[in-house]
T-cell receptor, first 114, second 111 residues
Framework: NAGVTQTPKFRILKIGQSMTLQCTQD?????MYWYRQDPGMGLKLIYY???????DKGEVPNGYNVSRSTTEDFPLRLELAAPSQTSVYFC?????????????FGDGTRLSIL | DAKTTQPNSMESNEEEPVHLPCNHS???????IHWYRQLPSQGPEYVIH???SNVNNRMASLAIAEDRKSSTLILHRATLRDAAVYYC????????????FGKGTRLSVIA
């Protein structure tokens, strides 16, 4: 079972460049999430989606955009990369948003902005 | 979501039980208690969750205090693979609430 798949696993960007982090899940989950994790810290929510066509901001959305055109895919876009966006990015999904539902995470994308 | 308090780090010997504590004195009646762990260089992994009663699964057990103001994740026999950061997270009963991760407890397992 693939679960949640993130690509690429590693990327180095120059300041001002743009890129899209890909996330896809094969569990037919309605909810999908993007988190970032800075060194030595817990995860912080960037954006989430409750279904195709619906997205909402999390705790730290500035500098990012998302879209959800299909149930399976939830890409995260950085338009103008800044050094403060150097982090590890995790995508997750869950069947519903109910409080008793676990989230399933991908293995992350390690992004460095130089 | 209500706040949780966990020790920064704990250490255990291999094949011994491990009890990871979590305090959540401001928990509301509808908050679920979730535990996740994160192995080095991997994404978080769901471990277990509960509301009021103790819970068991193949990975661990969750013991919830009668007043629900604290809980304990129990690994029955720690292995080297259990070395990870363990997160205790409360999730509100209203639904549509994302996980809020703190710093967790870093568990070291000694062979």
């Amino acid at each position: 079972n693939a679960g949640v798949t993130q690509t690429p696993k590693f990327r180095i960007l120059k300041i001002g460049q743009s890129m899209t982090l890909q996330c896809t899940q094969d569990m037919n989950h309605n909810y999908m999430y993007w988190y970032r994790q800075d060194p030595g810290m817990g995860l912080k929510l960037i954006y989430y989606s409750v279904g195709a066509g619906i997205t909402d901001k999390g705790e730290v959305p500035n500098g990012y955009n998302v879209s959800r055109s299909t149930t399976e895919d939830f890409p995260l876009r950085l338009e103008l990369a800044a050094p403060s966006q150097t982090s590890v990015y995790f995508c997750a999904s869950s069947y519903t948003g109910n409080s008793n539902q676990p989230q399933h995470f991908g293995d992350g994308t390690r992004l460095s902005i130089l | 979501d209500a706040k949780t308090t966990q020790p920064n780090s704990m250490e255990s010997n291999e094949e011994e039980p491990v009890h990871l504590p979590c305090n959540h004195s401001t928990i509301s009646g509808t908050d679920y208690i979730h535990w996740y762990r994160q192995l080095p260089s991997q994404g978080p992994e769901y471990v277990i969750h509960g509301l009021t009663s103790n819970v068991n699964n193949r990975m661990a057990s969750l013991a919830i205090a009668e007043d629900r103001k604290s809980s304990t994740l129990i690994l029955h026999r720690a292995t080297l693979r259990d070395a990870a950061v363990y997160y205790c997270i409360l999730r509100g009963g209203s639904g549509n609430t994302p996980l809020v991760f703190g710093k967790g407890t870093r568990l070291s397992v000694i062979a």
